[in-house]
């Protein structure tokens, strides 16, 4: 169904696969390989269905939105995975890889003011349509070098990283060929899947010595996670559920440990943003080898699970009101929340957001949030002789002829990443601080391309739906 009859540029009868097609393909791939490297994922897997199954069965009117914004083909396959990469040859590559499965980088995050030395982009599809087709996502993060002040160790950390390769040849020779031909073909495009999974495996022995491993952990775990290994693996795989507080109160009982709280925006009738929580970091069985040959076997943190509720997209007045909130909730509490204190947080933040309409009318009608736009079946009787435009759009959706759904936000949020970072961190780490912040430029640099601004990227869908809807009105 997603096969695409494209032709190439020579316009030879190659026919290519879809990038829809080869983004699931892959996503199913790197899920199959993630249950086997950590079996708790798949436990979750399960839960998260469970869970979805009995909100669908019993909310008839999430059903229906679901279905009207074509999301609910979507739940089920819908994942996102974080990687964090060392220098900038491979950002700039990993961008070429995830454009081959039609992922684009939006957005720029700045970590490094929440104590994580790194800044980050998501490769997502950015046409709604194919996002619904395949809904994948990776959170990709490129270590900064410039935060680290130990000049001996950035020269070290330089040296190995400088002297790794986490594509393999087959993977850079198939992005070529995607490039040079506009896709890649049936066999090429499940060889691509297969070579490009590897980048992002586990690897059990770590390409430095025990020694170089503690000096690393000791500047920052982050950085030990990303240097010392031969690449970058997918530290965890995320599941979208429809109720994140049924997830949490669920997840002891199958023998998965919570974090402490959740993450982002309080429970609402009308879910906005993300709501985020995980479970601990697995400790793993690393070897360490030396120049003599010996070994010595020592454990490693890194890879955890996730599971994420998404509501609706914020406006930048509405993510403002929304960071204005958080950052009053953390500052009554004294920063991020801990195990002592996440009952008092969660109350404080429910207090706060009251001041937060929950209706989709009120986020509608004081525009804090991005909405579908759809015709009803009134629009048959609409005066044939009138041309309408976006200025009717407001008195036709208040006289019936269009109605809305709300945008699901589709990206990340910055104090939520850094709070999943620090509940796999110890606590000296999430309380690092960094002196210099957003470093946009550079990351662009590195990347190759500007990321695709959020707002704009929202901005358009809306317009988008609102177009179709007008060229309907007006046919
Ligand atoms: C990335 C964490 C960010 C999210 O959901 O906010 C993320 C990481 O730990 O590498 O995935
Ligand atoms: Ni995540």
């Keep these: 169904m997603l096969s695409n009859n494209v032709t190439d540029n020579n ?84 961008r070429r890889l995830f454009k081959v499965m039609g992922m684009f980088p939006v957005g720029y995050y700045d970590l490094a003011t929440a104590g994580v030395p790194v800044h980050s982009t998501a490769f997502r599809a950015i046409e709604n349509a194919t996002l619904n087709q395949a809904p994948f ?13 130990d000049e001996q160790l ?51 022995t770590a390409t430095v010595d025990y020694e170089t491993y503690e000096e690393l952990l000791n500047q920052h775990r982050l950085i030990a996670d990303v240097v010392a290994f031969k690449g970058p693996h997918i530290n965890h795989l995320t599941p979208r559920t429809l109720d994140i507080d049924q997830v949490q109160a669920s997840m002891e009982a199958r023998n998965i440990p919570p974090k402490d709280n959740i ?33 010595k076997t020592g454990k490693h943190k890194a890879r955890f699970g996730e599971i994420e509720q998404r509501g609706a997209a914020l406006t930048q007045k509405g993510q403002d009101l929304y960071h204005e909130l958080l950052n009053k909730t953390r500052k009554a509490i004294g920063g991020s929340p801990t195990a002592e204190n996440a009952e008092e947080y969660n109350q404080l933040l429910a207090e706060n957001f009251k001041v ?22 009134k629009i048959e009787r609409l005066a ?44 000296d780490d999430a309380k690092r601080e960094y002196k210099e912040t957003s ?6 640099k590195d990347l190759g391309q500007p990321v695709y601004d959020l707002i704009k990227w929202y901005e358009n869908i809306q317009a988008e739906t609102i177009i179709k809807c007008l060229a309907e009105i007006n046919a």
Excluded at 265 to 290: G, M, W, Y
Excluded at 399 to 411: F, R
């Design 11 to 94: 316009n030879t009868s190659k026919v290519f696969e879809s990038t829809e097609y080869i983004r699931n393909r892959f996503s199913v791939v790197m899920s199959n390989m993630y249950k086997k490297e950590v079996p708790l994922y798949d436990e979750l897997l399960e839960l998260v269905n469970d869970i979805n199954n009995d909100v669908l069965s019993k909310n008839n009117n999430i059903k229906e939105r679901l279905e009207k914004t074509g999301e609910i083909t979507r739940l089920n396959m819908e994942r996102h995975g974080a990687i964090r990469l060392g220098k900038p040859y491979e950002l700039f590559t990993m």
């Design 137 to 149: 996502r990776v959170f990709t993060s490129l270590l900064r070098l410039d935060l680290i002040d």
């Design 154 to 204: 950035r020269d070290k950390i330089d040296t190995i990283l400088e002297n790794r390769q986490i594509f393999s040849e087959k993977t850079l020779e198939l992005i070529d060929k995607s490039e040079k031909n506009g896709g890649l073909n049936k066999e090429d495009a499940e060889l691509f899947v297969q070579e490009a999974l590897k980048t992002f495996q586990w690897h059990d």
């Design 263 to 295: 993450e982002g925006p309080p429970a609402r009738k009308c879910p906005i943003l993300l709501r985020q929580t995980s479970f601990q970091a697995l400790t793993e069985n690393v070897t360490f080898k030396n120049d003599s040959g010996s070994k």
């Design 356 to 377: 937060f309409p929950d209706s989709y009318n009120e986020l509608y009608n004081q525009e804090l949030a991005y909405f579908h736009y759809f015709t009803t079946p």
């Design 384 to 427: 044939k002789d009138k041309i309408y435009n976006f200025t009717d759009v407001s008195k036709l959706l208040e006289d019936g002829y269009l109605s809305i759904e709300p945008m699901i936000y589709e990206d990340f949020l910055p104090v939520s990443a850094a709070g999943i970072f620090a509940s796999n961190l110890g606590t």
């Design 439 to 444: 470093n946009h430029t550079l990351f662009e």
